[in-house]
Protein backbone atom coordinates (compact mmCIF):
# COMPACT_ATOMS: atom_id res chain seq x y z
CA UNK A 1 0.00 0.00 0.00
CA UNK A 2 1.69 3.64 -0.76
CA UNK A 3 1.68 5.83 1.91
CA UNK A 4 3.05 9.00 2.05
CA UNK A 5 3.44 10.68 5.82
CA UNK A 6 4.36 14.08 6.29
CA UNK A 7 5.86 15.56 9.98
CA UNK A 8 7.41 18.40 11.27
CA UNK A 9 4.69 21.04 10.98
CA UNK A 10 4.31 23.64 13.98
CA UNK A 11 3.91 27.19 14.78
CA UNK A 12 6.79 29.04 14.08
CA UNK A 13 7.40 33.04 13.61
CA UNK A 14 7.55 35.14 11.07
CA UNK A 15 11.35 35.26 9.24
CA UNK A 16 11.96 31.80 11.14
CA UNK A 17 12.94 28.62 9.82
CA UNK A 18 11.22 25.09 9.22
CA UNK A 19 11.88 21.80 7.71
CA UNK A 20 8.92 19.44 6.78
CA UNK A 21 9.63 15.99 5.87
CA UNK A 22 7.72 13.45 4.32
CA UNK A 23 8.23 9.50 4.31
CA UNK A 24 7.18 7.17 1.63
CA UNK A 25 6.42 3.41 1.18
CA UNK A 26 4.59 1.27 -0.76
CA UNK A 27 6.73 1.92 -3.67
CA UNK A 28 9.73 2.91 -5.33
CA UNK A 29 11.05 5.95 -4.13
CA UNK A 30 13.74 6.84 -6.49
CA UNK A 31 11.74 5.85 -9.51
CA UNK A 32 9.16 9.03 -8.77
CA UNK A 33 9.25 12.89 -9.30
CA UNK A 34 7.94 14.43 -6.17
CA UNK A 35 6.33 17.38 -5.05
CA UNK A 36 4.51 19.51 -2.41
CA UNK A 37 1.28 21.41 -2.35
CA UNK A 38 -0.36 23.59 0.45
CA UNK A 39 -3.71 24.74 1.02
CA UNK A 40 -4.46 27.39 2.71
CA UNK A 41 -7.19 27.67 5.75
CA UNK A 42 -10.52 28.03 3.81
CA UNK A 43 -9.12 28.19 0.29
CA UNK A 44 -7.76 26.87 -2.30
CA UNK A 45 -5.01 24.30 -3.22
CA UNK A 46 -1.41 26.20 -4.46
CA UNK A 47 1.29 24.00 -6.11
CA UNK A 48 4.81 24.87 -4.24
CA UNK A 49 7.38 22.54 -6.34
CA UNK A 50 8.84 19.51 -7.37
CA UNK A 51 11.91 17.16 -7.17
CA UNK A 52 13.07 14.55 -9.83
CA UNK A 53 14.06 11.74 -9.22
CA UNK A 54 17.54 11.95 -8.26
CA UNK A 55 17.50 15.19 -6.75
CA UNK A 56 19.48 17.10 -9.47
CA UNK A 57 16.26 19.27 -11.07
CA UNK A 58 13.86 21.10 -9.05
CA UNK A 59 10.69 23.60 -10.54
CA UNK A 60 9.34 26.33 -7.77
CA UNK A 61 6.24 28.48 -7.85
CA UNK A 62 7.17 32.12 -7.96
CA UNK A 63 5.89 33.08 -4.87
CA UNK A 64 8.18 30.53 -2.58
CA UNK A 65 11.25 30.57 -5.02
CA UNK A 66 14.49 31.64 -3.22
CA UNK A 67 12.93 30.91 -0.16
CA UNK A 68 11.75 27.23 0.62
CA UNK A 69 14.20 24.55 -0.77
CA UNK A 70 12.91 20.46 -2.20
CA UNK A 71 15.45 17.90 -1.43
CA UNK A 72 14.92 14.21 -1.30
CA UNK A 73 17.01 10.94 0.00
CA UNK A 74 16.13 7.99 -1.59
CA UNK A 75 17.72 5.63 0.47
CA UNK A 76 15.63 6.99 3.34
CA UNK A 77 12.63 7.33 1.27
CA UNK A 78 12.22 10.68 2.59
CA UNK A 79 11.25 13.98 0.97
CA UNK A 80 12.28 17.27 2.02
CA UNK A 81 10.44 20.79 2.30
CA UNK A 82 13.30 23.31 3.76
CA UNK A 83 11.37 26.53 4.23
CA UNK A 84 12.94 30.10 5.15
CA UNK A 85 12.19 33.46 6.31
CA UNK A 86 8.69 32.38 6.52
CA UNK A 87 5.86 34.90 6.40
CA UNK A 88 2.07 34.74 7.36
CA UNK A 89 0.95 33.88 4.54
CA UNK A 90 2.65 30.68 4.40
CA UNK A 91 0.34 29.69 6.65
CA UNK A 92 -1.26 26.31 5.42
CA UNK A 93 -1.46 22.77 5.65
CA UNK A 94 1.14 21.21 3.27
CA UNK A 95 0.68 18.06 1.33
CA UNK A 96 3.49 16.26 -0.29
CA UNK A 97 2.32 14.07 -3.41
CA UNK A 98 3.77 11.37 -5.85
CA UNK A 99 3.97 13.94 -9.49
CA UNK A 100 1.04 12.70 -10.79
CA UNK A 101 -0.91 13.72 -7.88
CA UNK A 102 -2.20 9.86 -7.43
CA UNK A 103 -1.18 10.15 -4.32
CA UNK A 104 -1.02 12.40 -1.11
CA UNK A 105 -0.07 12.29 2.25
CA UNK A 106 -2.77 13.64 5.06
CA UNK A 107 -0.63 17.15 5.18
CA UNK A 108 1.17 18.85 8.04
CA UNK A 109 0.14 22.24 9.46
CA UNK A 110 2.44 24.62 9.80
CA UNK A 111 1.13 28.36 11.44
CA UNK A 112 3.34 31.09 10.96
CA UNK A 113 2.68 33.66 13.43
CA UNK A 114 4.24 36.17 16.25
CA UNK B 1 0.51 31.78 -14.95
CA UNK B 2 -1.94 30.21 -16.39
CA UNK B 3 -5.53 31.04 -14.27
CA UNK B 4 -8.25 28.48 -14.06
CA UNK B 5 -11.48 29.43 -13.33
CA UNK B 6 -13.70 27.13 -11.73
CA UNK B 7 -18.08 27.29 -12.39
CA UNK B 8 -20.54 27.04 -9.59
CA UNK B 9 -22.48 23.52 -8.83
CA UNK B 10 -26.05 24.72 -8.26
CA UNK B 11 -26.21 23.21 -5.10
CA UNK B 12 -27.65 20.91 -3.70
CA UNK B 13 -27.83 18.05 -6.36
CA UNK B 14 -30.22 15.67 -5.88
CA UNK B 15 -28.62 11.88 -5.30
CA UNK B 16 -29.17 9.73 -8.20
CA UNK B 17 -29.20 12.88 -10.66
CA UNK B 18 -26.17 14.23 -12.95
CA UNK B 19 -23.65 16.58 -11.76
CA UNK B 20 -21.22 19.25 -14.06
CA UNK B 21 -18.20 21.04 -12.97
CA UNK B 22 -16.87 23.19 -15.52
CA UNK B 23 -13.18 24.71 -15.44
CA UNK B 24 -11.92 27.48 -17.99
CA UNK B 25 -7.92 27.51 -18.53
CA UNK B 26 -6.62 31.17 -19.36
CA UNK B 27 -4.23 29.39 -22.08
CA UNK B 28 -4.88 26.22 -24.02
CA UNK B 29 -3.28 22.55 -22.45
CA UNK B 30 -3.03 20.73 -25.28
CA UNK B 31 0.83 19.44 -25.46
CA UNK B 32 2.60 19.08 -28.83
CA UNK B 33 2.45 15.27 -27.76
CA UNK B 34 -1.69 15.59 -28.33
CA UNK B 35 -2.49 15.10 -24.45
CA UNK B 36 -4.62 17.93 -22.69
CA UNK B 37 -2.81 18.32 -19.23
CA UNK B 38 -5.71 18.40 -16.78
CA UNK B 39 -6.19 17.11 -13.86
CA UNK B 40 -9.45 16.38 -11.52
CA UNK B 41 -9.72 16.54 -7.73
CA UNK B 42 -11.94 15.82 -5.10
CA UNK B 43 -11.51 16.79 -1.45
CA UNK B 44 -13.51 14.86 0.64
CA UNK B 45 -14.73 17.09 4.36
CA UNK B 46 -11.49 16.28 6.12
CA UNK B 47 -9.94 14.19 3.39
CA UNK B 48 -6.75 14.94 1.68
CA UNK B 49 -7.29 15.31 -2.65
CA UNK B 50 -7.94 12.52 -4.68
CA UNK B 51 -7.19 12.35 -8.22
CA UNK B 52 -10.37 11.52 -10.84
CA UNK B 53 -8.88 12.09 -13.71
CA UNK B 54 -5.51 13.03 -15.48
CA UNK B 55 -4.93 14.10 -19.31
CA UNK B 56 -8.51 15.23 -19.21
CA UNK B 57 -10.21 12.10 -19.33
CA UNK B 58 -8.34 9.31 -18.18
CA UNK B 59 -9.40 8.12 -15.43
CA UNK B 60 -6.94 7.11 -12.29
CA UNK B 61 -7.10 3.83 -11.02
CA UNK B 62 -9.85 2.49 -9.18
CA UNK B 63 -12.00 5.60 -9.97
CA UNK B 64 -15.88 4.97 -10.58
CA UNK B 65 -16.91 5.09 -14.34
CA UNK B 66 -19.35 7.44 -13.22
CA UNK B 67 -16.84 10.14 -13.04
CA UNK B 68 -16.07 11.51 -17.08
CA UNK B 69 -13.90 13.71 -18.59
CA UNK B 70 -14.01 15.95 -21.49
CA UNK B 71 -13.38 19.21 -22.82
CA UNK B 72 -11.15 21.20 -25.25
CA UNK B 73 -8.18 23.49 -25.08
CA UNK B 74 -9.46 25.59 -22.61
CA UNK B 75 -12.62 24.32 -21.50
CA UNK B 76 -13.17 21.46 -19.29
CA UNK B 77 -16.14 19.63 -17.94
CA UNK B 78 -15.79 16.89 -15.47
CA UNK B 79 -19.56 14.67 -15.27
CA UNK B 80 -21.00 13.25 -12.14
CA UNK B 81 -23.25 10.51 -13.00
CA UNK B 82 -25.92 9.37 -10.68
CA UNK B 83 -24.35 11.00 -7.86
CA UNK B 84 -23.60 9.67 -4.65
CA UNK B 85 -23.34 10.56 -1.24
CA UNK B 86 -19.55 9.85 -1.40
CA UNK B 87 -19.38 12.07 -3.98
CA UNK B 88 -20.00 15.15 -1.68
CA UNK B 89 -16.97 17.62 -1.36
CA UNK B 90 -15.04 20.15 -2.79
CA UNK B 91 -13.71 19.15 -7.04
CA UNK B 92 -10.26 20.89 -8.02
CA UNK B 93 -9.42 20.87 -11.56
CA UNK B 94 -5.32 21.62 -12.07
CA UNK B 95 -3.15 22.54 -15.09
CA UNK B 96 0.23 20.59 -15.20
CA UNK B 97 1.02 21.79 -19.25
CA UNK B 98 3.03 24.81 -17.71
CA UNK B 99 4.66 25.63 -14.90
CA UNK B 100 3.73 26.60 -11.86
CA UNK B 101 1.08 24.30 -12.00
CA UNK B 102 -2.14 25.92 -10.98
CA UNK B 103 -5.37 24.96 -9.59
CA UNK B 104 -9.21 26.28 -9.45
CA UNK B 105 -10.75 27.56 -6.55
CA UNK B 106 -12.52 24.32 -6.19
CA UNK B 107 -16.40 23.94 -7.04
CA UNK B 108 -18.60 22.52 -3.94
CA UNK B 109 -21.10 19.31 -4.45
CA UNK B 110 -23.49 19.02 -2.11
CA UNK B 111 -26.00 17.07 -2.14
CA UNK B 112 -29.65 16.37 -1.40
Known amino acids: EVQLVESGGSLVQPGGSLKLSCVASGFTFSNYWMDWVRQTPGKSLEWIGEINTDGSKTNYAPSIKDRFTISRDNAKSTLYLQMSNVKSDDTAIYYC???????WGQGVMVTVSS | DIVMTQGVLPNPVPSGESASITCRSSKSLVYKDGKTYLNWFLQRPGQSPQLLTYWMSTRASGVSDRFSGSGSGTYFTLKISRVRAEDAGVYYCQQVREYPWTFGGGTKLELK
Open chain 1, 97 to 103: TRYSGDY
